[in-house]
């Protein structure tokens, strides 16, 4: 079975700081790890994934994310907020246990970036 | 390259009547479909999933259903809606192809408001 827990529900950063969201999953197989972004009234769009070549893993508009097995942490990070930025951010494992390749979310991350 | 499409976008209906919602992918075949549910401040339900035409798994026992007539197509449907069936509705996709890497894409999705 496969797990995902998101620290912090919210998150609020200064415009031009660093962002940090944390994940931290659990998985009886090696994991496909994914971070989604969620617009307001939008459907969620892919930001990167891990699929166990790089463990440090970039994707659109800056982010990126490293996969760490010894702390089951796949983080997103951007090294510098932006207002569009702002959004729910959802992390997601894949355990490939059959049955539809089914995902496993996090309850999501919404990140506030201020002025 | 690849489409999803969902209708309506958003939605009112009254309590007890019916419901259909639909989802059409494009520039695939064979994808797996899901059925999501997110509920005002929580976190993604995911409702049902289909590996083929008219092959569908619930995951959630509730008075939702879900159809398969054709192999980019999957329906939602209630015969009688309940308060709680109000939601932003997320139909998705994925790829059976062998390298995949079971990443899902989300379409727009659709607001229900039960009244």
Redesign the interface.
């Given at each position: 079975a496969q797990s995902v827990t998101q620290l912090g529900s919210h998150v609020s950063v200064s415009e031009g700081a660093l962002v940090l969201l944390r994940c931290n999953y659990s998985s009886s197989v090696p994991p496909?790890l994914?971070w989604?972004v969620q617009y307001p009234?939008?459907?969620?769009?892919?930001l990167l994934?891990y699929?166990s070549a790089a463990t440090l893993v970039k994707g659109i508009n800056g982010f990126e994310a490293e996969f760490k097995k010894s702390e089951t942490s796949f983080h997103l990070t951007k090294p510098s907020a932006h207002m569009s930025d702002a959004a729910e951010y959802?992390c997601a494992v894949?355990g490939?246990t059959g049955?539809?390749?089914?995902?496993t979310?996090?309850?999501?991350t919404q990140l506030k970036v201020e002025l | 390259s690849q489409t999803i499409h969902?209708w309506p976008a958003t939605l009112v209906q009254p309590v007890g009547s019916p419901l259909s919602l639909e989802c059409t992918v494009e520039g695939t075949s064979n994808p797996?479909l899901?059925w999501y549910r997110q509920a005002a401040g929580?976190?993604?339900q995911?409702l049902f999933?289909?590996?083929g035409i008219g092959q569908i798994?619930s995951e959630v026992p509730q008075n939702l259903s879900a159809s398969r007539p054709q192999d980019r197509q999957f329906i939602l449907s209630s015969k009688k809606l309940l308060l709680s069936d109000s939601g932003?509705y997320?139909c998705?996709w994925?790829s059976?192809l062998a390298r995949?890497?079971?990443?899902?894409?989300?379409?727009?999705?659709t607001?229900l408001t039960v009244t």
């Open positions: 496909y994914f989604y009234n939008q459907g969620l769009q892919l994934k699929t959802f894949s490939l049955g539809g390749n089914k995902l979310f996090g309850t999501g | 969902q797996n899901y929580r976190g993604l995911l999933y289909s590996v798994s932003f997320l998705a994925s059976l995949s890497s079971y990443e899902q894409y989300f379409g727009p999705g607001r």
